[in-house]
Structure formats: structure tokens, C-alpha cells
């Protein structure tokens, strides 16, 4: 079945630590997007893709990078610049960011701090 | 003010009942999207809209453009509807992606 895969589920970082989530997608989608979800907030932008090798900033990159080598690709890099990095984050992609598209969403990975 | 508000932020009804869930945004759209998170994380697409009503099975999604507002209904709850349900909205020639509301905790005792 063609979906999103998120993994880990669950990730623990240590202070200063870089960590990198990973999201893989069967979907041959063209455009891929990272959210964060914080308790009692809607989803936030991080970054998002709308073809190989290119990627845009959304709405709260600062702490955070991601590459694009391949189109059913798109890992998240938490950095150490990132203060409160705790929080939910989602995967999802569609198929061109032109148009309007559902999205399809993964499972999410769950980062806490040690 | 948030772009997009949803009512109520928790809802809690007993199975069977007749459910409605308001979402409300200020910016001129191109679409607006109903999306339902289950308790795991997972987000489920349920209706993509830009004018009039859709439906599928006991859900009902409904738009008013005019007003900017939507609605979504769901008859005959069931405990397995038990989820949050989130509003998302794209705006009119944004390059952007969607703008979410916090989501409405919904929760159907048996």
C-alpha cells in the first residue's frame, strides 16, 4: 500500500545533540512538507519541498534543516540551535504544491529532551 | 487573531448523537480541508472543499464562503469517532501551504 513512513516513533535527544527524523513516501509525490505540533496549537510549517533539490522555509525554520536528494525522501535535522525542540512532528506530502491537493499525513515522531 | 478559529475546542457527546464542529478563518481561501487525528498521531484527509457541501457516509462537510465559514457534522456518533478534528485552510495566491486551527477534541461515551 503506498503511504508515509515516519520513523522513529519515539526519539529522545540529549542536549546539544543533533537528531534527524526520517520520512519516506511511496506516493510519487512531488511535494513533501514538515509540521510541528505543540499541545493546544494547529500545526506548524518547518519546511517544505515542491521538487527534488529544492526546499523553502515555512513558518518556524530557525533550528532546523532538511534535504531533498530524492523525491520519496525528505529527512528533518533537529539541531542543537533548536531551544524547545520537544514537540510532535509530521510528515506529509501531495501530489504538486500548485494546485490543491490533500495531503497525506504519517504517523508523526514524537521528540522529547533528556 | 488566529487566521482560523475552530468550536469547541472539546466536545463530548453520547453515542448517537448529532455532532457539528464550527471552523472559522479571516483570509480569502482557495480551499479548506477537514482533517481528523487520531489518538495515536496519525492524520486522516477527510474532505477538501471550496464551496457547497460533500459528504461520505455519516460525516457532512459544509462551506460558506461568503461568511467564511464551514462546519463539519457527523450523525449517529460512535465511540470510534473519538479523535481531534482539525480545520486547515489554504489561502487565495499563497505559495504557502494550509494554516491549521488547534483542532477540536471529540470524544462519544457509549
Known amino acids: 500500500d503506498g503511504g508515509i513512513t515516519q520513523s522513529p516513533k519515539y526519539l529522545f535527544r540529549k542536549e546539544g545533540q543533533n537528531v534527524t527524523l526520517s520520512c519516506e513516501q511511496n506516493?510519487?509525490?512531488?511535494?513533501m512538507y514538515w509540521y510541528r505540533q505543540d499541545p493546544g496549537q494547529g500545526l506548524r510549517l518547518i519546511y517544505y519541498?515542491?521538487?527534488?533539490?529544492?526546499?523553502q522555509k515555512g513558518d518556524i525554520a530557525e533550528g532546523y534543516s532538511v534535504s531533498r536528494e530524492k523525491k520519496e525522501s525528505f529527512p528533518l535535522t533537529v539541531t542543537s540551535a533548536q531551544k524547545n525542540p520537544t514537540a510532535f512532528y509530521l510528515c506529509?506530502?501531495?501530489?504538486?504544491?500548485?494546485?490543491?491537493?490533500?495531503?497525506?499525513f504519517g504517523d508523526g515522531t514524537r521528540l522529547s529532551i533528556l | 487573531k488566529n487566521e482560523v478559529e475552530q468550536s469547541p475546542q472539546n466536545l463530548t457527546a453520547q453515542e448517537g448523537e448529532f455532532i457539528t464542529i464550527n471552523c472559522s478563518y479571516s483570509?480569502?481561501?482557495?480551499?479548506l480541508h477537514w482533517l481528523q487525528q487520531h489518538p495515536g498521531g496519525g492524520i486522516v484527509s477527510l474532505f477538501m472543499?471550496?464551496?457547497g457541501k460533500k459528504k461520505h457516509g455519516r460525516l457532512i462537510a459544509t462551506i460558506n464562503i461568503q461568511e467564511k465559514h464551514s462546519s463539519l457534522h457527523i450523525t449517529a456518533s460512535h465511540p470510534r469517532d473519538s479523535a481531534v478534528y482539525i480545520c486547515?485552510?489554504?489561502?487565495?495566491?499563497?505559495?504557502?501551504?494550509?494554516?491549521f486551527g488547534s483542532g477540536t477534541q471529540l470524544t462519544v461515551l457509549p
Open positions: 486547515a485552510v489554504r489561502s487565495q495566491g499563497s505559495a504557502r501551504q494550509l494554516t
Open positions: 506529509a506530502s501531495s501530489p504538486y504544491q500548485g494546485a490543491n491537493q490533500p495531503q497525506h
Open positions: 519541498s515542491q521538487i527534488v533539490n529544492d526546499f
Open positions: 483570509v480569502g481561501i482557495s480551499a
Open positions: 506516493l510519487n509525490h512531488d511535494a
Open positions: 472543499l471550496s464551496s
